[in-house]
């Protein structure tokens, strides 16, 4: 069983940006893909940003270019850099975990096992 605590969501101005973070109650840098989803009121749930245990990364076409996933392995921790943001962006923001083959957000991926509660962004133009 994995614990996934999200922070750092919050009301900004378009434009502007975030650091989203993901705290993993246990080790996971070594075999778990972490991920980035999002849902915005109405709409389905998207991937965002997804990194691997070997640090290789994807992104979804959407946020290429302005956000950015890292890892700092030693607090088990995922972070999601959003630049340029914009209203599209505004959703509930989760993270998520899986430790089997594929590590990717682009829609046919495989599921994830664990999710967090969510972060809420809203970006206001």
């Known amino acids: 069983q994995v614990l996934l605590t999200e922070s750092g969501g919050d009301s900004v101005q378009a434009g502007g940006s975030l650091r989203l973070s993901c705290t993993a109650s246990?080790?996971?840098?070594?075999?778990?893909?972490i991920a980035w989803f999002r849902q915005a009121p109405g709409k389905e749930r998207e991937g965002v940003a997804a990194i691997d245990f070997d640090g290789s990364t994807n992104y979804a076409d959407s946020v290429k270019g302005r956000f950015i996933i890292s890892k700092d392995s030693a607090k088990n921790t995922v972070f999601l850099q959003m630049n340029s943001l914009n209203n599209e962006d505004t959703g509930m923001y989760y993270c998520a975990a899986h430790s089997g083959w594929g590590c990717s957000v682009a829609p046919g991926s495989r599921d994830f096992d664990y999710w967090g509660q969510g972060t809420q962004v809203t970006v206001s133009s």
């Open positions: 246990t080790r996971t840098s070594s075999e778990y893909c």
